[in-house]
């Protein structure tokens, strides 16, 4: 009474498979295509410089660590440095946890 009846139509034959496919698949492929060069390739680069900063850690370097800590590297160890935030106060991170790298005479 109050709905009426559905009928349904017989689906349109394919035309041109393999074109119709491929324009298909266009959209996606240029969408990663965007990601790559916005997204991926930028933080791929930021890891490499990041880890040639770390390796490149010298005894007596001030550093910023992620927790926001200003200090002097006092020791170097292979995956932990202790880093003088005060006179007499060393502090163990580790080595990864270096941010950023500052100019000789910034801590005093």
Avoid: W
């Amino acid at each position: 009474m109050f709905i009426s009846d559905a009928f349904a139509q017989a689906a349109p034959a394919a035309q041109g498979g393999t074109e119709s496919t491929l324009l298909s698949l266009l959209p996606l492929v240029l969408m990663f295509v965007v990601l790559y060069f916005i997204m991926i390739r930028p933080q791929m680069k930021r890891q490499k410089e990041h880890k040639a900063m770390v390796e490149a850690l010298a005894k007596g370097d001030e550093v910023v660590t992620a927790g926001g800590l200003l200090g002097k590297i006092a020791k170097l160890g292979d995956t932990y440095l202790h880093v003088e935030v005060a006179n007499g106060v060393e502090i163990q991170i580790q080595r990864s946890a270096v941010v950023q790298v500052l100019p000789k005479g910034t801590i005093k």
